[in-house]
């Protein structure tokens, strides 16, 4: 895949593209420096990234280049996807994955979709200080604004997760019911397919929950989601 179908993964190039920029330029590299370096790279991109790589081309600077009002893609997972840096970055810092976060997220993000790439950056940085599931994934909501959807979604998560210990696609259900109201993508309307980083971050919880720190069965109840 990773020959024929290169633009599968911009989870990764994406990620290596920020962190080439600080190793170039150190931690404080300007936020333009990150703009310009995947705006004008070769590599394809979607959604809020592809949006906001117009919006950079065209003059329009972060955090604009992901405000809602002009990135029309602002909900969607893309600072989510590739938050993993920012966390593995900032080993037991969460704080300082956020600062990163609050910088690149909002490239191309705000909202919800920027959201995402905070809570699961804190995540990857609590991890280096814990192997408790359970304190990780709470930990990290300390990140999130209370008032946001995102943060009473992965609350909801955590209380059913409570509720039905025993059967991830209890849970999973919940989610269906309550939060796969797709709104936000404008490709994500009309067609059976839902790239909202609430309900995507929702998943990957589901996952470490009942994965319970066995890798194999975490990748596997978040993949069949």
């Known amino acids: 895949s990773m020959t024929e179908n290169p633009g599968l993964y911009d989870d990764l190039y994406m990620d290596l593209t920020f962190v080439e920029v600080f190793e170039r330029e150190g931690l404080d590299a300007p936020i333009m420096s990150h703009a310009k370096a995947y705006a004008n790279a070769g590599y394809p991109l979607w959604h809020a990234n592809q949006a906001a790589r117009y919006n950079i081309l065209h003059g329009l600077t972060p955090p604009e280049s992901g405000f809602w009002e002009n990135n029309p893609h602002a909900d969607c997972i893309d600072y989510q996807i590739e938050c993993d840096f920012a966390g593995l970055m900032s080993p037991a810092m969460p704080n300082a994955a956020s600062a990163i976060s609050d910088q690149i997220g909002h490239i191309m993000?705000?909202?919800?979709g920027y959201y995402g790439g905070v809570y699961l950056g804190a995540?990857?940085?609590?991890?280096?200080?814990?192997?408790d599931i359970y304190y990780?994934?709470?930990?990290?909501?300390?990140?999130?604004?209370?008032?946001?959807?995102?943060?009473?979604?992965?609350?909801?998560?955590i209380?059913?997760?409570?509720?039905?210990?025993?059967?991830?696609k209890d849970t999973w259900f919940e989610v269906q019911k309550k939060w796969t109201q797709d709104i936000g993508c404008p490709d994500g309307v009309f067609a059976p397919f839902n790239i909202d980083a609430t309900v995507n971050s929702a998943y990957v919880v589901i996952g470490l929950l009942y994965g319970n720190g066995d890798f194999g069965k975490t990748i596997e109840i978040a993949t069949k989601i």
């Open 109 to 112: 993000n705000s909202g919800d």
């Open 123 to 131: 995540c990857y940085s609590l991890a280096f200080r814990s192997d």
């Open 136 to 157: 990780i994934v709470n930990e990290a909501l300390k990140s999130i604004p209370k008032e946001s959807n995102y943060y009473k979604c992965i609350s909801d998560v």
């Open 159 to 168: 209380k059913w997760h409570g509720r039905y210990p025993s059967d991830w």
